[in-house]
C-alpha cells in the first residue's frame, strides 16, 4: 500500500533546482571525400587531429556531450564515407537524423558542388526539421582557397543552413558548429510530441536499443 | 589474538593479493565475499591490509571468477579502519544470508557484503577469522583512541554499544597521515579497466544512462554536502483515552528551534474490539488537527502523511519550507498481535527520501507484561521482515528512528523505586541489547527522566490499582545511522490523560544533499567520461578487405571469395550484414549469399566469411541491369558489416558479368551480328536501345533456334525430355552449352545432350527480364476465348517474340505428336510458367491451358501467314 505523498503529483526539486535533462541527437556528416570529415570528429570528440587521416570505409560512430544551461546534449556522431562508391549508402545514416553537417573542403570547387547537392538530397529525404550546418574545411590553408567564404555564406542562408569555415587541424571553429546545432536543435521534452526533429530522452534512446528500434 | 593464517605458507590467494601490495603493507586476511548491486551480484575479495600505523579493509573487483594473477584483481573501494570505520551485521530477514557492512569516515556509502563459499575456499580466510583480526587490532588501538566505536558483530562482550556520533571532528581516529599510503590504491579513472568478464561476453557492458548512474554515484563525494534538519520523534500510549482536546504543546512544541520533520507516534487511540477486529486503518483526523495546532510556532507546517493500524497512528509533518526536497513518501504498517495478524500490536512506519537520504520512521506497539520479552523480542523481527517499502525493508534506510510503546519492563521484584540510574540496569531493553537480541545497531539516548509508566490518569502517581503494575519504561526513542546526534531525550510529566507519560527526542540529522553548483560541475565532468568510455569501448572488427575482387562472372557458375574478421578489440563483439533500406529486407543482392551472416566473436578470435555469387535465370537480368554499359569490373553490390553498438564496415562486391545470351531480350539476340563472347557490354547496350526502332538482323535468336533444331534432329524420342523437375539444371553441361551458344557454336559439335539442351532452352527463356508473352489483355488466358483471337495476341508480339513462340510451339506441337511418352499437360504447364509470366496473379492453370491450346492444334498455316509477314 505504498502511496504517493498526500498532496499527490510529483516532487519539485527546491529552488527550481534542475533536472540536468539529457537530450541524445543523431547526427551525421556528408561530404565528398577527403574534405576532412572524420577528422572534424576526431577534434570533436577526442582533441586530436591526424595528418593521414585514414579513409573512412563505412560509418564510424563516436558520441560526444555538449552542455548548454541546463541542458546536455548528447551527439550521436555517424561519420560516413564520402566515396561516390557508397553515396547509395548514405540514406541509412541520415534516416531518422535531427542535425548534418555538410563538408567540404574550401580548396575544391567541386567538393563545394557536391555539399550542395548533398543539402538539396537532405532537403528532400531527410526529416523535415533537420538542422543543417555547412562547413568549409580546411580554412587553415586559405592560401589555396578557391570557394569564397561569401559565396557559401550566400548559399547557407539562401538555404537556412548554419555556415561555418572550419579547420579540423587547427580546431578553429570545430567546437562552435556543433555547440550552434546543439543551441539550434529543440530540446523540449517530447511528450506527445514525437517529431523526427525531437532530441530524445536518454532513457527512452536505452529502451530503444534493447528493442532494436532505430530512431524513426 | 592472532589467528596465525599469515605465519604459515601463505595460501595461492593470500600470494597473489599480497602482490598488490608494496614491502611493509601486510595482508592480514583475504575473505571472499560478494556485493549486491542492483538485482546483479559481483564478487569481491576482501583483504585486511595492515602496515606499522595502520590497517585498511580493501574491496577488490575481480576480472575473473578465479583470480589467476594480481591484475585480475582491481581495487574497487577501501575501508580505513579509522574513527569512522563500521563494520555491521546486516541481517535481511527475507533472506538467511548473513551479511555485514563496511563503512568508514572516507567512503561516502557504507557498502554490505555477503560472504561467499567458493569451492576454493580454505584458500581464504573465514569470515570469523577477519573479524577477529579487525577487533584484535582495534581492541589494540582502543586505548589511544577511546572514541572509537566498531559494535562487533558476533562478539558478546559490552562493548561498543554505547550512544554516540562520530561527526564530532576532533581526536580522529589515525591521522590523514597514517592513511596515507592509501592514496597509491585510489584509482582516479578506472573506465579502462578491461575485465575479463567483460571481453569473453559472460557479463555485458554498461551502457549510457546505467554507466552515467554509476559514475554519479561514484563521484557522490565530490558533489554531496551534508546538511543538518532537526527531526522531533514524539511518543505518546493514550490508552484509549480522547485527547484531542488535550494542550500537546508541552509534548509537541518543546524544542527551542522548530523542528525540521515531526515524527508523531500514539498508541491505544482506540481499544475498542471494533476497531481490533476492522484494523482502523483511517488516521484519526480529530487527533491530527489538534497536533496541528500544537506544534512549534516558529514555522509553518504541513502534514506530510499519516499512517494508522488500530491504535497505532504516525504522523509525519514538515516545515512547508523543506517539504519539496522530500522526494518520495510511503506508509506501510503490519500487525503483530494475535496470530501475528491482529493490529492491536504491531508497527506503522514512513519510508522518505530526503534530498539524498532515505528516512524511515517506525511506531511499534510490542508485546505487553512483564514475562513477555522474548514475545517483544519476536515483534521486533517480524516488522523488521514484514514492514517492506516499495524497493526497501528498514535496514535499509540512511537514517532510521524506532519510537513508540516498546513494552520492555524492568527485571525488578522489588517495587521500591530509588535511583534510576540503578534501576535502568535491569531495563529489559538495555538488557536484551547488550545481549545482541534486540536492536541490533541501534542507538538510545541516556535515560534522565523517570518511567513512563504507569501512572494513575489525571496524576503523577504510580498505579494505586489492585494490579499495581512495577514502573517502566515502556516508551522509547532509538535511532539507527550514524549521523544522527540526540540533543534531547525527555518525558513530559505535564500531560497526564493516560497511564503513560509522552516521550519526545530531539535530534540532529545530517543529511546529503547536493550542492547544485558542484553537481553541475560532476554532472557535466561524468557525461564526458561516459562519452570517452563509450568511445573507447566500442566493440571493433578488423576485415582482411574491403574489396572483394570476383573478376570475371558467368552466367550459372558458382563463385566465391573469402575474407577474415577478427576481434582485436578487448570486448566481445555481435556482428551482423545489415539490411540497407526499411523496406528492402535484403543484405545484398539475391544473387550474392554470405555466410555467415551475423556472428559473435570473443577477443582474439577470427573468423572466415564466404561469399558467393551465383547468376541464375532468375536474376540474370538484374545483374545485367547493373552492369549497364561498364567494361570491366563494377562494385556489384556493396555489403554493410555492422558491429552491434559500433561502426558498419562497408565490403564492396566487385566483378564483372560477361555477356552471354542468357539473360538478354530476343530483341537484342535477333540483332546481335558477331558471337556474344566477342562483344563488350558498352556495345550490347547500344544494340538494346536501337533493337526497338532498327530492322532485326535475323527473325529469332540463333540460340533458341540452335537447341530447338538440335532438339528436333536427336531428341524427337527422347523419354522424359520436358520435365517439370527441371533435373538437369545444376549440370555442369549446360555452362558448356552456354559457351558453345555464347561463341554462336557453328564451328565445334553441340557439346550437349537432348536432355541437358532441353534444360538450357528452358533457362533461355525464363532468364529474360521480359517474359515472351506478357498479355496485355488478360481474356486471351480465359479457355473459352476465341482461339482466333488468341492467335491475333501473338500477332501483335514483336517479330523475334511471336517467331519464338510459333517455332517453339510447332516444334512442341510436332514433339508430342512424334513421342508417344510425351505428355502435353506436363510441356504446356511448363512452358506456361515460363512464356507467361505476369505481374498480375494468373493462375498456374490458365497458363497451362493458354499453351495447349497452342499444343494441341497445327498452327502451320497461320505461322506459315507470320513467317511470310517477317
Not at chain 2, 477486529?277 to 502534514?303: C, F, W
Request: proline letters at 4%; one cysteine or more; a negative charge.
Amino acid at each position: 500500500m505504498a502511496t504517493t505523498p498526500r498532496g499527490g503529483g510529483t516532487a519539485q526539486r527546491p529552488n527550481g533546482a534542475s533536472q540536468n535533462k539529457i537530450c541524445q541527437f543523431k547526427l551525421v556528416l556528408l561530404g565528398e571525400s577527403a574534405v576532412g570529415k572524420s577528422s572534424l570528429v576526431l577534434r570533436f570528440v577526442k582533441g586530436q587531429f591526424h595528418e593521414y587521416q585514414e579513409s573512412t570505409i563505412g560509418a564510424a560512430f563516436l558520441t560526444q556531450t555538449l552542455c548548454i544551461d541546463d541542458t546536455a546534449v548528447k551527439f550521436e556522431i555517424w561519420d560516413t564515407a564520402g566515396q561516390e562508391r557508397y553515396h547509395s549508402l548514405a540514406p541509412m545514416y541520415y534516416r531518422g537524423a535531427q542535425a548534418a553537417i555538410v563538408v567540404y573542403d574550401i580548396q575544391n570547387q567541386d567538393s563545394f558542388q557536391r555539399a550542395k547537392t548533398w543539402v538539396k538530397e537532405l532537403q528532400r529525404q531527410a526529416s523535415p526539421n533537420i538542422v543543417i550546418a555547412l562547413a568549409g574545411n580546411k580554412a587553415d590553408l586559405s592560401n589555396s582557397r578557391v570557394v569564397e567564404y561569401e559565396e557559401a555564406k550566400q548559399y547557407a542562408e539562401e538555404n537556412g543552413l548554419l555556415f561555418m569555415e572550419t579547420s579540423a587541424k587547427t580546431a578553429m571553429n570545430v567546437n562552435d558548429i556543433f555547440l550552434a546545432i546543439a543551441k539550434k536543435l529543440p530540446k523540449n521534452d517530447g511528450a506527445g510530441n514525437q517529431g523526427s526533429g525531437q532530441g530524445r530522452r536518454l532513457a527512452e534512446v536505452e529502451q530503444n536499443r534493447q528493442t532494436n528500434n532505430c530512431c524513426k | 589474538m592472532n589467528n596465525g593464517t599469515v605465519e604459515n605458507t601463505p595460501t595461492f590467494i593470500f600470494q597473489i593479493v599480497q602482490e598488490k601490495f608494496l614491502p611493509g603493507e601486510t595482508v592480514k586476511a583475504v575473505l571472499h565475499a560478494y556485493q549486491r548491486i542492483g538485482v546483479e551480484t559481483s564478487n569481491r575479495i576482501l583483504a585486511l591490509v595492515a602496515t606499522q600505523d595502520s590497517y585498511a579493509v580493501f574491496s577488490f573487483a575481480l576480472a575473473c571468477d578465479k583470480p589467476r594473477t594480481f591484475s585480475d584483481l582491481v581495487v574497487d573501494n577501501i575501508f580505513p579502519i579509522d574513527k569512522g570505520f563500521r563494520m555491521e551485521s546486516e541481517v535481511r530477514n527475507t533472506i538467511s544470508v548473513l551479511g555485514f557492512s563496511l563503512s568508514s569516515s572516507q567512503s561516502a556509502r557504507k557498502s554490505t557484503f555477503y560472504p561467499s563459499h567458493p569451492d576454493d575456499a580454505d584458500e581464504y580466510t573465514s569470515f570469523k577469522l577477519l573479524v577477529d583480526d579487525i577487533f584484535d587490532y582495534k581492541v589494540r588501538t582502543a586505548d589511544t583512541y577511546p572514541q572509537a566505536i566498531v559494535p562487533p558483530p558476533f562478539d558478546d562482550d559490552e562493548s561498543g554499544t554505547g550512544g554516540g556520533t562520530t561527526t564530532d571532528e576532533s581526536g580522529f581516529f589515525g591521522s590523514e597521515k597514517e592513511f596515507s599510503w592509501l592514496a597509491r590504491y585510489r584509482r582516479e579513472d578506472d573506465l579502462l579497466a578491461i575485465d575479463r568478464c567483460i571481453a569473453d561476453g559472460s557479463k555485458p557492458l554498461l551502457k549510457g544512462e546505467s554507466k552515467f548512474q554509476y559514475e554519479l554515484k561514484k563521484h557522490e563525494h565530490e558533489y554531496i554536502i551534508n546538511k543538518t534538519y532537526r527531526i522531533y520523534c514524539a511518543t505518546w500510549n493514550v490508552n484509549g483515552q480522547q485527547c484531542n482536546a488535550t494542550n500537546l504543546r508541552p509534548w509537541l512544541a518543546a524544542s527551542e528551534d522548530p523542528p525540521d520533520i515531526y515524527a508523531i507516534a500514539f498508541q491505544e487511540l482506540d481499544l475498542s474490539p471494533k476497531a481490533i477486529t476492522l484494523s482502523e486503518s483511517r488516521p484519526d483526523r480529530s487527533v491530527i488537527h489538534n497536533i496541528m495546532k500544537s506544534l512549534h510556532e516558529g514555522a509553518q507546517y504541513e502534514e506530510l502523511c499519516s499512517v494508522r493500524l488500530v491504535g497505532m497512528m504516525l504522523t509525519i509533518v514538515v516545515k512547508r519550507s523543506i517539504r519539496p526536497n522530500i522526494t518520495r513518501c510511503e506508509k506501510q504498517s503490519v500487525g503483530t498481535g494475535a496470530l501475528n495478524l491482529m493490529g492491536n500490536k504491531g508497527g506503522v512506519g514512513v519510508s522518505l527520501t530526503l534530498n539524498e537520504d532515505s528516512l524511515c520512521f517506525v511506531n511499534s506497539h510490542l508485546a505487553a507484561h512483564v514475562s513477555e520479552v522474548q514475545r517483544r523480542n519476536e515483534d521486533f523481527n517480524e516488522i523488521n521482515r514484514r514492514l517492506l517499502f516499495s524497493t526497501q525493508d528498514i535496514s535499509n534506510h540512511d537514517h532510521i528512528f524506532w519510537i513508540g510503546d516498546l513494552n520492555y519492563r524492568l527485571n525488578m521484584t522489588s517495587d521500591e523505586i530509588t535511583d534510576y540510574r540503578v534501576m535502568l540496569k535491569f531495563d529489559q531493553l538495555n538488557i536484551e541489547r547488550a545481549a545482541h537480541r534486540v536492536f541490533e545497531n541501534y542507538y538510545e539516548g541516556e535515560i534522565t527522566f523517570q518511567p513512563t509508566y504507569k501512572y494513575d490518569p489525571g496524576t503523577d502517581n504510580w498505579d494505586s490499582s489492585e494490579k499495581h503494575r512495577q514502573p517502566a519504561w515502556c516508551d522509547r526513542i532509538l535511532w539507527r545511522g550514524d549521523k544522527i546526534k540526540q540533543i534531547v531525550y525527555r518525558n513530559v510529566m505535564k500531560i497526564q490523560l493516560s497511564d503513560h507519560k509522552p516521550v519526545y527526542a530531539t535530534f540532529l540529522a545530517d543529511i546529503k544533499t547536493k550542492d547544485e553548483q558542484k553537481y553541475k560541475r560532476v554532472h557535466e565532468k561524468i557525461l564526458k567520461r561516459v562519452d570517452k568510455y563509450e568511445n573507447d569501448n566500442q566493440p571493433q572488427i578488423t576485415v582482411e578487405k574491403t574489396d572483394l575482387d570476383f573478376e570475371e562472372i558467368k552466367f550459372n557458375e558458382e563463385y566465391f571469395r573469402d575474407f577474415t574478421v577478427a576481434n582485436n578489440c578487448h570486448l566481445p563483439v555481435e556482428f551482423s550484414f545489415k539490411e540497407k533500406t526499411e523496406t528492402d529486407m535484403r543484405i545484398c543482392e539475391d544473387w550474392i549469399s554470405i555466410d555467415p551472416c551475423y556472428g559473435t566473436l570473443i577477443t582474439g578470435r577470427s573468423l572466415s566469411i564466404r561469399v558467393k555469387i551465383h547468376i541464375k535465370s532468375e536474376t540474370v537480368w538484374r545483374v545485367i541491369k547493373k552492369q549497364g554499359n561498364h567494361i570491366g569490373k563494377i562494385p556489384l553490390d556493396i555489403l554493410v558489416l555492422h558491429v552491434k553498438n559500433g561502426r558498419d564496415i562497408f565490403i564492396t562486391v566487385m566483378g564483372e558479368y560477361k555477356p552471354s545470351c542468357f539473360g538478354l531480350p530476343v530483341e537484342t539476340l535477333c540483332c546481335l551480328d558477331k558471337p556474344i563472347v566477342d562483344m563488350q557490354w558498352s556495345e550490347l547496350t547500344e544494340i538494346q536501345m536501337k533493337s526497338t526502332t532498327e530492322p532485326f538482323k535475323i527473325t529469332m535468336p540463333r540460340e533458341i533456334f540452335l537447341l530447338i533444331d538440335y532438339l528436333y534432329r536427336v531428341g524427337m524420342q527422347e523419354i522424359n525430355l520436358f520435365q517439370l523437375e527441371r533435373s538437369f539444371k545444376v549440370n555442369d553441361n549446360i555452362n558448356e552449352i552456354r559457351d558453345w551458344l555464347d561463341s554462336c557454336g557453328a564451328a565445334e559439335e553441340f557439346p550437349g545432350t537432348p536432355h541437358t539442351a532441353a534444360e538450357a532452352l528452358l533457362m533461355l527463356l525464363e532468364s529474360s527480364g521480359n517474359p515472351l508473352i506478357h498479355p496485355l489483355d488478360l481474356n486471351v488466358l480465359n479457355p473459352d476465348y476465341p482461339f482466333e483471337l488468341c492467335l491475333r495476341a501473338i500477332h501483335k508480339l514483336s517479330t523475334p517474340r511471336k517467331n519464338v513462340f510459333l517455332y517453339l510451339t510447332m516444334f512442341l506441337h510436332e514433339f508430342i505428336e512424334q513421342n508417344r511418352n510425351a505428355n502435353i499437360e506436363v510441356i504446356a504447364k511448363l512452358f506456361g510458367m515460363i512464356l507467361i509470366r505476369s505481374s498480375h496473379d494468373i493462375h498456374g492453370l490458365q497458363r497451362k491451358n493458354f499453351i495447349k491450346r497452342f499444343l494441341s492444334r497445327g498452327i502451320f498455316n497461320f505461322a506459315r501467314n507470320e513467317f511470310k509477314y517477317s
